[in-house]
Structure formats: C-alpha cells, structure tokens
C-alpha cells in the first residue's frame, strides 16, 4: 500500500535556528498538507498545498512557515526562527481528493 | 465554522467492557466524517469513516454511524480489549475545495 514518507522522524533544534521538514507525498496525489499536534492537544490544520500553491492557510501558519514543492516529489515545511512553542510533532497528508493518507510524523524539539 | 466536539477524557473501561466515545459536529453541506486512533508515540490511523447520512463505518469491531439529525458520530465497540488503549479523534472533511480536516480534541480510553 503507498505510503506518505516523512523524515526525519524526530529532530531536536535550538530556539531561533531554521528547520525544515521533509515529505514524500503518494506521487498520484494531487493535494498536499501540513497539520501540528502539540503533546496531548488535538491535530490542527496549518496549510494545504494544490497546483504548486497555498490553497488554504490557518491562523497557526504566519510569515514563520513556508511550503514548497522543489521537485514536484518532495514536500517542505520550513519554519524560520523556530520558538520553544513549535515543538510538536508535524504531520504531513497528500489526497487524490476527501481521503488522506498520513505520514507518520516528524517530532520537533525545540530547545 | 466548521468544528467537532468529542466528549472529554480519559475513559476508563474494564476488558470486555461496551465503549461509547460522543462526537458531535457542526458543518456547512454534507462533510465526510471519519474517526481515527493514535496509539502511544505513534502517528494517525484511520479507523472508519462515513461520507453520508446513514452511513455506518466500520473496522476491528468499532462501529459509527452518521447521523445528519444529530449532527453526530459517536464512536462504539461492544467489548474492549487492552490492546484498544490509545487516543481517538473524530474528523470531518470541510466541503471547501482544499478538502480540509477539522479534528476534536481526542478521547483517550485506557482498559
């Protein structure tokens, strides 16, 4: 069965440096998106990506976070200047429409 | 907007115990409903999910049937196990064009 890749699977950064976390979205898929879990709170949506642009951003998704596609396989999340606040895990989806397959997250400590 | 209500944990339930986890919504349109688990320190499962009224999802004993007149999605298992031990989400799919999840709180159980 595909599978939604997201590495790495845990990464440790100090407060203030630039992070970027990686996906490798199921290659038939046309939607892509970002969602944050902070420890033992719910899942929330930051942004979602169709036709190689933002389609959909949250409040949570400010000048700090970028997404790119670079080479029509991977997917980024970059956040800039990361704060103690951002460390959660970072889910990755892609959806060929209403159905996601997730990844299996990347957990970031911010330190 | 678009939101969905899960009741508040933790539910403790002795094995072979019946569970109920509530879940409510409130949508605009018809969304798709799904419930997922997530067990410790690992990512999202999808569990079952519905994409219409009267529908009923359902996968390793737990059912869930959407209701549009009670706006809700409660999640059931007629007896438990302890391997069932983890957190459950209710989701639904905005009716937007980016496809969006909106995910409650969680419920975790611990049998």
């Known amino acids: 069965e595909p599978e939604v890749t997201q590495t790495p699977s845990h990464q440790v950064t100090q407060m203030g440096q630039e992070v970027i976390l990686r996906c490798v979205p199921i290659?038939?898929?046309?939607?892509f998106y970002w969602y944050r879990q902070i420890l033992g709170q719910k899942v929330e949506f930051l942004v979602s990506?169709?036709?190689?642009?933002?389609?959909?951003k949250s409040e949570i998704f400010d000048d700090q976070f970028s997404v790119e596609r670079p080479d029509g396989s991977n997917f980024t999340l970059k956040i800039r200047s990361t704060k103690l606040e951002d460390s959660a895990m970072y889910f990755c989806?892609?959806?060929?429409?209403?159905?996601?397959?997730f990844g299996s997250g990347t957990r970031l400590t911010v330190v | 907007g678009d939101s969905v209500t899960q009741m508040e944990g933790p539910v403790t339930l002795s094995e072979e115990a019946f569970l109920t986890i509530n879940c409510t919504y409130t949508?605009?349109?018809?969304?798709?409903l799904f419930w997922y688990v997530q067990y410790p320190g690992e990512g999202l499962q999808l569990l079952l999910k519905?994409?219409?009224?009267?529908d009923k999802g359902s996968n390793k004993g737990f059912e869930a049937t959407y209701r549009k007149e009670t706006t809700s999605f409660h999640l059931e298992k007629g007896s438990v196990q302890v391997s069932d031990s983890a957190v459950y989400f209710c989701?639904?799919?905005?009716?937007?064009?980016?496809?969006?999840?909106?995910f409650g709180t969680g419920t975790r159980l611990k049998v």
């Open positions: 989701a639904l799919s905005t009716t937007s064009g980016t496809y969006k999840y909106i």
């Open positions: 989806a892609s959806s060929a429409g209403v159905y996601y397959t």
């Open positions: 990506f169709y036709n190689n642009e933002i389609s959909e």
């Open positions: 519905a994409t219409k009224a009267d």
């Open positions: 290659s038939n898929h046309l939607y």
């Open positions: 949508a605009t349109g018809y969304p798709s």
